[in-house]
DNA sequence: CAGTGGTCTAGACCACCAT
DNA sequence: TGGTGGTCTAGACCACTGC
């Protein structure tokens, strides 16, 4: 008879979607409800927080909580390191780089980061290849006032990906995804059709308030990122 | 002198980003940090537990608690309606409905939503304005087994998204993003040149195990989809 | 087997905020 | 201002799993 928090969340979300409880209706408190499961209010708080982190209720003080009216529901993609996404499949990896030059950072970056002008930068062009055919291209700029180590680093061997990742683990980013269009020099690096549509993701990345990196990955035509929410 | 569970998880990762547990390493357990924090160990454990919901550490009974080798983060994206989107910026929200008919399941769809053969499926194509602008495609199939209920629904005023977001309200999906040529057709709706480069998402959304509706939207050219994590 | 995290309890105090 | 959720406690038992 001792209901788990995972019962009761299964539960809830069952009556919920079964349409006990409509959009925008009021949920039972969580004192009827662990008297009615017969379990402590813990057990019920920590059921109905973890709707509420999933979008499904909305919980307020002394308002209770509530179906929430508009399902604003999110999708959680993982963000995977290229190597692993690639071995991942049984496929062989490769990388190259392709360009590396030392430069005050251009304005868009300057914008994109909050850089003072003539910030120093280190900007570098890879390839990521799976079986040989090349799978992303990487453009990478690292703010060397945050991260002067990187001017040291060759990246011959090892991509900047996998450097920044083992140097500067935990930091925030910000992320965006969109279509574009190759253009002639990415449709030759990456063996496809000028115009081709190309899936694009770009990524800012801030450690302790500062800005480290930027970065925009294109992917070869086809390319898909999915998940389930 | 009492620690909150944020207060130990904001101290935890400091302490993890400032690299005095490097990735690979081991935390003390949450018996020691209680003592150490000078709280109870369900406060260390909430902490803790949250820290492993974000990917930051990986925990094991018995084994205890590591920071993550690899950082397998994941970013969150909402999935809005599009009249909220729209309104939300404060531009004018209109919707027309293109084309409507029932059928069975063309093949491909019988194979992405597991539907038998014959299977009725109701197609549904609209278009989604902004300021009067075409914003979006979409393109729905809703399987009327499971929703016979569609079939009398006239969606001349109100989209399928918002009839099905009413009807079937809490639901699984799987989705997944792309980027696709605009063919001519999709250029003449969406008042763009064929070959542009477009996003496109895909949605399968399930309900109690049966297969409700796919849906595919194409978005003008230059649509970005934004995220922190 | 023994150490670790996972969960539940019964009670308490507090912050918030709709009425 | 009273009702609601947010959090913490001290203790307990259990499940898993590396040794």
């Not at 179906?67 to 290229?82: H, K, N, Q, T």
């Not at 590396?100 to 002008?117: K, V």
């Not at 991260?147 to 140097?167: H, M, R, S, Y």
């Amino acid at each position: 008879m001792t209901a788990t928090y995972r019962e009761i969340k299964a539960d809830l979300l069952g009556q919920i979607s079964g349409g006990r409880w409509p959009p925008g209706s009021l949920l039972p408190n969580e004192n009827d409800l662990a008297q009615s499961y017969g379990c402590a209010r813990a057990t019920v708080n920590r059921a109905m927080r973890e709707l509420a982190e999933e979008g499904i209720v909305e919980r307020k003080r002394k308002a209770g909580t509530r179906v929430r009216m508009s399902p604003l529901r999110e999708a959680r993609f993982e963000i995977p390191l290229v190597r692993a996404e690639i071995e991942g499949r049984g496929a062989a990896y490769r990388y190259a780089l392709v360009r590396r030059s030392q430069m005050s950072a251009p304005p868009w970056l300057r914008a994109r980061l909050d850089l003072p002008p003539e910030a120093p930068v280190l900007h570098l062009e890879c390839v990521h290849f799976c079986d040989d055919l090349p799978y992303q291209l990487e453009d990478r700029w690292i703010n060397l006032t945050a991260l002067p180590q990187a001017a040291k680093q060759c990246f011959d061997i090892q991509g900047p990906n996998e450097w920044l990742v083992q140097t500067v683990p935990y930091s925030d980013a910000q992320i965006s995804f969109a279509a574009v269009g190759a253009d002639p020099d990415v449709a030759l690096q990456l063996g496809c059709a000028a115009g081709d549509a190309l899936f694009q993701t770009e990524r800012s990345t801030w450690w302790q308030g500062r800005a480290i990196t930027f970065v925009r990955l294109l992917f070869q035509p086809g390319y898909r990122m999915s998940a389930r929410y």
